[in-house]
């Protein structure tokens, strides 16, 4: 019977360790190795967020299908399916919109990582605008390919809305991106930053630009959101003002047309100097952290070749700056 106990027990403290061995994080924030604040926060926000991108993917589909109907790929009946098919889907999405409220927990969880739960409510209200832009846009869209083919001022004025529409869905990339994501985020860490790549990065599909380049200063975030959205009002502004004229001729219309793409030409070389810009500020900030460590080592040789490094630098951002504004 002693046997009989003692192989027992054996068998339990085997069962024990073997459930230990496997034992699971008891929670998904401690997987994650974020605070369970971070990880409330991060969880609504990419809902939100992925639900704009959504909105913009929806939008770029459009666009593309007029550009295509233009080039001659595609008939405009084609077309014209695919817009309306946007734009119904973005009139029932407003249909269902509702006010959103921030519940208890979640403030709570917001105010603990550093973000306004009043201003994040602002964001998390912020669609139904958006999908209005977006419908507005859609609308001038169908209405101009209805007689695209039977009137030459409609056919010019769809391709003026189409550039303009893409030029400012190009813009609203980077403002989406900076604007309404990294804004939130700066100062994430690690694992902060590896849950926000798995739940909202890699899925965008709309709202993230070519370049993008996460920001873990708030003034360098805002400065990027400045530039964007300076874009967008540009774009804009031109096209309010091309469309609010009701009576043209093709050859006015034919000249708004040549103004709009070299605004585009103008913003995206005003866009490209400023990320070079910026890539030369980071790099110097970089670089000082270099040279004070080399210092306090009383490394002459890297301290050498470190100020060959500064120099240039200092020469390509001369060269950068003394380039003509476009």
């Known amino acids: 019977m002693k ?20 034992r699971q994080p008891a929670d998904p924030w401690t997987a994650a190795g974020v605070s369970e604040d971070f990880y409330r926060t991060a969880e609504d926000f990419a809902q939100r967020f992925l639900e704009l991108d959504q909105d913009g993917a929806r939008y770029d589909q459009a666009l593309e299908a007029v550009a295509q109907y233009l080039e001659g790929t595609i008939s405009r009946d084609e077309a014209r399916t695919d817009v309306q098919a946007a734009l119904t889907a973005v009139e029932a999405a407003l249909a269902d919109a509702q006010t959103v409220t921030l519940e208890e927990p979640l403030e709570a969880a917001l105010q603990a990582v550093g973000i306004s739960p009043a201003e994040y409510e602002l964001f998390a209200n912020s669609r139904p605008s958006n999908l209005q832009t977006i419908q507005v846009r859609l609308s001038s869209l169908l209405f101009y390919l209805d007689y695209a083919e039977e009137q030459a001022d409609a056919l010019e004025n769809l391709r003026f809305c189409l550039t303009a529409d893409q030029a400012e869905q190009n813009s609203l990339r980077g403002y989406y991106y900076y604007g309404c994501y990294n804004y939130w985020f700066p100062e994430a860490d690690e694992a902060e ?98 040279i004070t460590a080399a210092q306090a080592d009383e490394d002459e040789q890297r301290l050498a070749e470190l100020e060959a490094e500064l120099n240039a630098i200092a020469a390509e951002y001369e060269a950068l700056t003394a380039e003509e504004t476009p």
Do not use: N
């Open 193 to 290: 930053l590896a849950l926000l790549e798995q739940w909202v990065t890699a899925r965008l599909a709309a709202y993230c630009p070519p370049d993008a380049a996460w920001c873990r200063d708030q003034a360098a975030v805002e400065q990027r959101v400045t530039l964007y959205l300076d874009q967008v009002e540009a774009v804009v502004e031109l096209s309010a003002e091309h469309l609010g004229q009701s009576q043209r001729d093709l050859y006015e219309m034919e000249q708004d047309y040549a103004a709009l793409l070299a605004l585009v030409e103008q913003l995206q070389q005003m866009q490209d100097k400023l990320l070079r810009l910026w890539s030369i500020s980071d790099r110097l900030e970089a670089l000082q952290e270099e």
């Open 3 to 22: 046997r009989f106990w003692s192989m027992g027990w054996l068998l339990l403290a085997l069962a024990l360790l073997a459930g230990c061995g496997s």
